[in-house]
């Protein structure tokens, strides 16, 4: 336990980190190793955009991995690779992955990369994963992770952003019913994009089609200055290279995710406050010290598993399980338990969904009872709302608390939580518990002014954030400032709503946007809707997120046919299907089109999603007074109740 969680009080431990900001965060930086020690924690001369301990230089990799093994902790483990879809696994202690690493910095180095340079990953959950993070980490480069669910166009609009020199990948991934083939994708994206890729470096993996070799031909017609590479090859010949000093606040990396619009934001953290914070969460959040387990069922091309599967346990002398499977079968419902038995895993960090899948497949939890359990203290949720069923029947099965914690992409670590290392709270169900250190939450109404407990609003954090969110994004502090800080002044906007009740606990009741979450993967309907109208016989559309049972939320997609287009409608919802899995991939799970005769609007022609939503899912609705033709909404009332029922 570090030197901040001494204190029993979380509620005024949380004070202090309020009233004392400067005071507190530098204890907290403190416990990190530093080439040059901050002695101011906030920089706020360029408010509202804030930096973190801006004259301290250290290097996160080095604080992740050096520092244990300086500290006489090389032999223990760091990361257990297990691989439900290969049954392959393999442990690497710290020793062993910073030789790794510094290997693979090494051969990134030899390729040219240099400090401030971005290199995009685009890798299944395989140890290259976590190493080309932390190689790029102790290059100063920055990287950024792209999700394996996602097409060839999303890559290519992240390279046009992030504009990398390198690109790392793998020949494939593998999904339970299928392989996915990489290389093609990342051969497309590389012709797409406007910028252009210098070096693409291939991690090979045994039963994949197409090879190294024949990507490397799809593009030497077209982009002949890519030069691909294996990196077997590339890191058996590198020279280990050290950890380079930077700046607190140079980029650590970029994380793209879903806003309102169809471009992705390019979400950008710092080394030396993503250390100093996701230090201080690992034990007090979720009770994970050095040589305790804790396996993060996400994925790294998600901020979950950015923080939690790679750099908040590393930074805490802690072992992490890199998990390649899902929670249901591979081969059953039983995975998770059976590695907390192998791995001894003390705390267990996944998604509602996840848990949902789970009781679909093992309703009684039987397959709890075929292993050793014992090890599991805690059971963290997070991604989307942890419905109080779900959390009831999960901790009856497991008998352990079940914790949720609120967070985003922007902020990197847990804005709410129960702060069970410090002092375990009370559980309340549907609520993510009391605001994390260094985040001010506050429910706003319309006009800015804070609501009372119990009403709901717009959950905004009084800026600054803590260390460790995000600090703009990519190339954009406009983009930054419009999106998340003009809507109420001096705070963040979370996108959220929701309440908090007489205790100060949270209630996070969905978006106020467009944003929809889908098995606890974050997708903008603007950029669906965008994939849809691209299809020639789509006049209009509006993609809407509807309540499921298993998922949270799915996209259904109404349109408007143009005038004189003949086409049949299993066959329009085919080439529709296929059309957003190929422009931004399976993960956006677009399975319902509906063609409708028109979508309601407003007399300015806004459509009215919302509303529809709110009928589909059979909730009370109310049409706004500035619809257009209420008739509209009479002739569309059967379609989406029938859609609420359609799975
Ligand atoms: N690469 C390629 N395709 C992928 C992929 C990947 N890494 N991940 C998912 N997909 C595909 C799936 O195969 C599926 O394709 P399909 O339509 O052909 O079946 C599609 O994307 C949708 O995937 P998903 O929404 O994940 O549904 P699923 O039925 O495959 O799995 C769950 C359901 C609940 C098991 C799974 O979504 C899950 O484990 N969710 C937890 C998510 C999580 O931890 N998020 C982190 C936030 S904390
Ligand atoms: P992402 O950026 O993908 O992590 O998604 C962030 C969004 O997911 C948040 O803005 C919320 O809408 C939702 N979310 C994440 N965790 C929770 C939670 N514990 N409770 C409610 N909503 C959540």
Redesign the pocket.
């Known amino acids: 336990m570090n030197a901040s969680t001494s204190h029993t009080d979380y509620r005024q431990l949380h004070q202090r980190s309020i009233t004392d900001r400067e005071g507190f965060w530098l204890e907290t930086a403190a416990e990190l190793d530093w080439d040059s020690s901050p002695t101011a924690a906030v920089d706020a001369s360029n408010a509202p955009l804030y930096r973190w301990f801006p004259d301290g230089q250290l290097n996160l990799c080095h604080n992740a991995l050096d520092r244990h093994i300086a500290a006489g902790r090389g032999d223990c483990t760091a990361l257990i690779y297990d691989s439900a879809v290969t049954e392959g696994s393999r442990s690497y202690t710290y020793a062993e992955l910073r030789d790794e690493v510094a290997t693979a910095a090494g051969a990134l180095a030899g390729l040219g990369v240099s400090p401030g340079d971005r290199v995009l990953l685009y890798l299944?959950m395989i140890p290259q994963a976590v190493i080309a993070m932390l190689a790029c980490a102790r290059l100063g480069a920055v990287h950024s992770v792209v999700?394996?669910?996602f097409a060839a166009k999303e890559i290519a609009a992240r390279i046009d952003d992030a504009a990398p020199d390198t690109v790392i990948t793998a020949t494939g991934?593998i999904?339970?019913?299928?392989r996915?083939e990489y290389l093609p994708k990342v051969a497309e994206a590389v012709q797409l994009a406007q910028h252009g890729v210098r070096d693409v470096v291939v991690v090979d993996r045994e039963g994949f089609e197409t090879s190294l070799d024949s990507a490397a031909a799809t593009t030497s017609a077209t982009s002949p200055a890519v030069q691909w590479h294996d990196w077997h090859q590339l890191t058996t010949q590198a020279e280990p290279a050290d950890p380079v000093t930077v700046d607190a606040t140079h980029p650590l990396y970029i994380l793209y995710t879903s806003g309102t619009t169809g471009k992705p934001k390019g979400v950008v953290r710092d080394q030396g406050g993503t250390a100093a914070a996701l230090q201080w969460t690992m034990p007090s959040i979720f009770d994970v010290g050095p040589d305790e387990v804790i396996l993060c069922?996400?994925?790294v091309?998600?901020v979950?598993?950015h923080s939690y599967i790679v750099y908040a346990p590393l930074l805490a002398g802690a072992t992490s399980v890199l998990y390649e499977g899902?929670?249901?079968?591979t081969p059953d419902a039983g995975a998770f338990w059976r590695m907390v038995e192998q791995h001894k895993i003390k705390s267990l960090f996944?998604?509602p969904?996840?848990l949902?899948?789970i009781r679909k497949a093992d309703p009684e939890a039987s397959l709890v009872a075929d292993y050793d359990i014992s090890s599991l203290q805690y059971l963290f949720s997070?991604?989307e709302r942890l419905d109080p069923e779900t959390q009831r029947w999960i901790g009856q099965a497991l008998d352990v608390p079940v914790i949720d914690n609120w967070w985003q992409t922007e902020t990197g670590w847990p804005i709410a939580a129960n702060p069970v290392g410090i002092q375990q709270l009370p559980v309340k169900e549907g609520s993510a518990t009391l605001p994390m250190v260094g985040y001010e939450v506050e429910v706003l109404d319309p006009m800015g002014e804070p609501l009372p407990a119990g009403q709901e609003g717009n959950i905004a954090i009084k800026l600054p954030l803590p260390p460790g969110t995000l600090h703009s994004l990519w190339g954009d502090d406009d983009r930054y400032v419009d999106a998340y800080l003009s809507a109420f002044e001096g705070y963040y906007t979370t996108g959220d709503s929701g309440y908090i009740d007489q205790d100060g606990y949270i209630y996070v009741m969905g978006r106020t946007d467009d944003v929809i979450n889908?098995?606890?993967?974050r997708l903008s309907t603007g950029e669906i809707e965008a994939a849809v109208a691209e299809h020639p016989a789509v006049a209009e559309c509006a993609v809407i997120g509807l309540a499921d049972e298993?998922?949270g939320q799915r996209p259904a997609g109404f349109l408007v046919l143009k005038s004189g287009a003949e086409i049949d409608h299993q066959r329009l919802r085919e080439e529709l299907v296929a059309h957003v899995?190929a422009t931004i991939?399976?993960?956006a799970?677009f399975?319902e089109v509906s063609v409708v005769e028109a979508l309601p609007k407003t007399r300015s022609g806004k459509i009215l999603r919302k509303t529809m939503r709110q009928i589909a899912d059979g909730q009370d609705y109310t049409v706004p007074s500035t619809i257009e033709d209420p008739a509209v909404i009479d002739a569309l009332l059967p379609v989406l109740r029938g859609s609420a029922g359609a799975k």
């Open positions: 299944p999700f394996g669910g991934g999904e339970p019913t299928r996915i069922a996400s994925d091309g998600w979950v598993g899902k929670p249901v079968g996944t998604a969904t996840a949902r899948a997070a991604g889908v098995s606890g993967h298993l998922k899995r991939g399976p993960v799970d399975k």
